[in-house]
């Protein structure tokens, strides 16, 4: 039972437009939401995060929005560089748990020059 | 600074084996996770340390996985009776702890282990 899903499993976008990468929960009690960055034979590494109180988090070219009543969170980098080709992982926890983190099966951007 | 280191980087071993796999968590960190990533999926949580003990081993899959950290810094991953499907790579993470607070986890670059 997927908890968080990403339903694509691939992107593909030209330099300089806008990367699109979206995510879908089930659980309605998560309380923040997390990008992670994974490059082959690295860690995952932590990209931008959002509380359920907000909507809307920005860090530089990336923004990361949440749709609670749609269970729907989406990552938007602009412009798309080519050192953004990477795997990302949209992730979740419970606050005051152990702080696992739930992660979905991920999405790999390709960003072509 | 040093980041978390984990090794081997990768171990092939044989079905029925024993094998452990060792982590090095950023210094002072407190908070420790193991997680399993199998091939075309994320990250799957499997155990959570607070200092020297076990605070959350709900995501072992089963009796053959076991983890230690008896001093509160390195972890170590037991699996006993290897079986293919425990092929994966096993991630590890570490993070300062606060009051209420979420605080980032910090990830090793995994051991690839590969059961034949």
């Known amino acids: 039972d997927q908890q968080v899903k990403q339903n694509s499993p691939s992107l593909s976008v030209q330099e300089g437009r806008i990367s699109i990468l979206n995510c879908d929960y089930t659980?309605?009690?998560?309380?923040?939401f997390l990008w992670y960055k994974k490059y082959p034979a690295e860690g995952p590494t932590f990209l931008i995060s959002?509380?359920?109180?907000?909507d809307k988090n920005e860090d530089g070219r990336f923004t990361v929005f949440l749709n609670k009543s749609a269970k729907h969170l989406s990552l938007h980098i602009v412009p798309s560089q080519p050192g953004d080709s990477a795997v990302y992982f949209c992730?979740?926890?419970?606050?005051?748990?152990?702080?696992?983190?739930?992660f979905g099966s991920g999405t790999r951007l390709l960003v072509r020059p | 600074g040093a980041g978390v280191s984990q090794t081997p980087s990768n171990k092939v071993t044989e079905k029925g084996k024993y094998v452990e796999l060792r982590c090095d968590p950023i210094?002072?960190?407190?908070?420790l996770y193991w997680y399993r990533q199998s091939l075309g999926q994320g990250p799957e949580f499997l155990i959570y340390?607070?200092?020297?003990?076990?605070?959350?081993d709900s995501g072992l899959p089963n009796d053959r996985f076991f983890a230690v950290r008896p001093e509160g810094s390195v972890s170590t991953l037991k699996i006993q009776r290897t079986e293919r499907g425990d092929s994966a790579v096993y991630l590890c993470?570490?993070?300062?702890?606060?009051?209420?607070?979420?605080?980032?986890?910090?990830f090793g670059p995994g051991t690839r282990l590969t059961v034949l």
């Open positions: 993470a570490s993070s300062s702890t606060g009051s209420g607070t979420y605080n980032e986890q910090f």
């Open positions: 659980n309605s009690m998560f309380d923040y």
């Open positions: 959002i509380s359920s109180i907000k």
């Open positions: 992730a979740a926890l419970l606050w005051g748990s152990s702080y696992k983190l739930i």
């Open positions: 210094s002072g960190h407190t908070a």
């Open positions: 340390f607070q200092g020297t003990g076990a605070a959350d």
